[in-house]
Nanobody, 124 residues
Framework: QVQLVQSGGGLVQPGDSLRLSCAAS????????MGWFRQPPGKERTFVGA???????DYADFVKGRFTIDRDNAKNTVYLQMNNLEPGDTAVYYC??????????????????WGQGTQVTVSS
């Protein structure tokens, strides 16, 4: 059984930074692709970014260089560093992991396992 446990998140002001963590456990290859998605209130879940087994990272256009995904394979943990946060970044953030692919796309259907979600609220 694979579990993704998220931590981090909370209430911050515009311009602040936050780091989200996602620790994977269970029968999952440490090199499989992992991604981050977010779901604003009343809206659909959308792609934020992903990291492949090769280390290549892909980001949604709205990230604009503000977010960075990193991975610690020894800990089987992926991180989402978010800088210069804006009110429009308010959402529940989810990490996701592929169950069999080293590549990653922006498609929700490419991911087999999901974290529990964590709320990020950006407000003054």
């Amino acid at each position: 059984q694979v579990q993704l446990v998220q931590s981090g998140g909370g209430l911050v002001q515009p311009g602040d930074s936050l780091r989200l963590s996602c620790a994977a456990s269970g029968d999952i290859h440490r090199g499989y692709a992992m991604g981050w998605f977010r779901q604003p209130p009343g809206k659909e879940r959308t792609f934020v970014g992903a990291i492949r087994g090769s280390g290549r990272r892909d980001y949604a256009d709205f990230v604009k260089g503000r977010f960075t995904i990193d991975r610690d394979n020894a800990k089987n943990t992926v991180y989402l560093q978010m800088n210069n946060l804006e009110p429009g970044d308010t959402a529940v953030y989810y990490c996701a992991a592929s169950g069999g692919s080293f590549s990653a796309t922006s498609e929700i259907s490419d991911y087999d396992y999901w974290g529990q979600g964590t709320q990020v609220t950006v407000s003054s």
